[in-house]
């Protein structure tokens, strides 16, 4: 693991710019080339244990031979120690006690494989296996320390159990070096994860972030340009087919006309898109502009009525806007305008849907203002053959009106309100309930 997190963390680390530092090539270098580093170390080592005889006692030409395969030996422990960690422990631990036996003698050689070993078992291995290898490796510096007798040792007023203690404490220090070691390495790869998994999440909120936007843009988009294309094809349709020159006239400059707002709440929605300002470059449709929304679709041949209740006046709905029974009244000013665009944008997808598949029949606006919410209902008769109706539901095979009423659920459920779309009352029915405020 230890060579992946240094790859992970080295990759992390390129600075920005492409510049990197001669200390940084090197550690690059070391986490990419683990095995050559730690062959690098073992080399010196190795070559200090060949060149060091024993600490107390002659050797016979045999007992060389022994120390030569035994440095070859460390040489290859200490190589693998980083990727067969048991192996290198089993194997330092094994040319001590070759010694212990050969030799007679605690040697220069097995002061250092002791050393590693106490290092390399509270370093790399893992919690039971570091217990007994400490287990195995401070009872066999015992056992050879108590092997020494006074014909073999060359200073006789050290007695047994004094050495004994001595190996303890150096074997304790290199097993201490290796603990703070390991915690090092545990600290820095916990780091490590922490910024993987800040990154993962950065990347995931951009995703959602760009999922988001996306899906915006598309229901604005499609709010614009349906409502506008509707109208045209419907106004185009009837100057075509009117013998009335003045009819073909009006609808031509009812196109041109629609055509312009459109391309003007287009260009808003661009000028958003590249500016950073959530505000916006201009106004934003609202409840102020549902009875020229409705002018619009009677221009196009629909027969709407418009009743607004609870909102305090709204332009040009007449006698009609009274308040009716059960309704509280909501202050204009209480309408935020993503709300006030929320019901603008419902009315009129729902007025698009009925001049694609009922343009023939009466419909119904009504837009409340109750006690926390604002209710808005757009009902319309449906066709003889009841075939408008069917093609209106989003959830027919053809899906002609899916993507207008997907948009229509994502902004209600921006504000956490509800949306029904189906038969009722004899007709087609849109029910939409927009909380005045979204509840903490």
């Not at 080399?43 to 070859?72: H, K, N, Y």
């Not at 990727?83 to 220069?108: C, D, E, K, M, Q």
């Not at 926390?372 to 757009?378: A, K, L, N, P, S």
Request: aromatic letters at 6%; proline letters at 5%; one cysteine or more.
């Amino acid at each position: 693991m230890s060579s992946s997190v240094g790859r992970a963390s080295a990759s992390l680390q390129t600075p920005a710019s492409g510049r990197v530092s001669l200390l940084d090539r090197a550690l690059t270098w070391s986490s990419r080339h683990p095995t050559l580093v730690d062959a690098a170390t073992a080399l010196p080592w190795t070559v200090l244990a060949f060149m060091g005889p024993p600490i107390w006692v002659d050797t016979e030409r045999w007992q060389d031979l022994v120390w030569a395969a035994s440095c070859a030996a460390l040489f290859l422990t200490l190589t693998l120690r980083r990727r067969r960690p048991l192996a290198a422990v089993a194997g330092l631990l094994g040319i001590g006690v070759v010694h212990v036996v050969t030799l007679g003698t605690y040697s220069f050689l097995a002061v250092i494989t002791t050393a590693w070993a106490g290092y390399c078992i509270h370093r790399r291995l893992a919690r039971r296996a570091r217990s007994v290898a400490t287990a195995v490796l401070f009872t066999g510096t015992a056992v050879a320390a108590l092997r020494y007798s006074p014909e073999v040792v060359a200073l006789p007023w050290i007695e047994r159990w004094p050495v004994v203690l001595i190996q303890w404490m150096g074997a304790g220090f290199f097993c201490l070096l290796g603990t703070v070691a390991r915690k090092r390495d545990e600290e820095a790869d916990a780091a490590l994860e922490r910024a993987l998994a800040e990154e993962r999440q950065r990347t995931q909120e951009f995703r959602l972030a760009t999922l988001g936007q996306r899906t915006r843009i598309a229901r604005e988009m499609h709010d614009i340009v349906a409502h506008s294309l509707g109208v045209i094809i419907a106004q185009a349709d009837g100057g075509r087919y009117s013998p009335d020159a003045d009819d073909a006239r009006t609808a031509l400059s009812t196109i041109a006309e629609l055509g312009r707002e459109s391309l003007g709440e287009m260009r808003s929605l661009v000028a958003v898109l590249r500016t950073d300002d959530p505000r916006g470059t201009g106004p934003t449709p609202g409840v102020d502009d549902l009875e020229a929304l409705v002018d619009d679709y009677r221009a196009a041949g629909l027969d709407v009525r418009l009743r607004c209740s609870g909102l305090g006046e709204v332009s040009g709905a007449g006698p009609e806007a009274a308040s009716a029974p059960g309704d509280m009244s909501v202050a204009r000013a209480s309408l935020s305008q993503p709300v006030s665009l929320t019901i603008y944008r419902i009315v009129q997808e729902a007025l698009t849907n009925v001049l694609k598949h009922a343009s023939g029949e009466p419909v119904a606006v009504t837009v409340r203002g109750l006690d926390d919410v604002v209710e808005v209902q757009v009902w319309n008769r449906l066709a003889a053959d009841d075939d408008a109706g069917r093609r209106a539901d989003p959830h027919t095979p053809d899906g002609v009106a899916g993507f207008g009423i997907t948009g229509m659920r994502e902004r209600v459920a921006m504000h956490h309100g509800t949306l029904q779309v189906g038969p009722g009352a004899g007709g087609w029915v849109v029910l939409a309930r927009v909380p005045l405020r979204v509840a903490s």
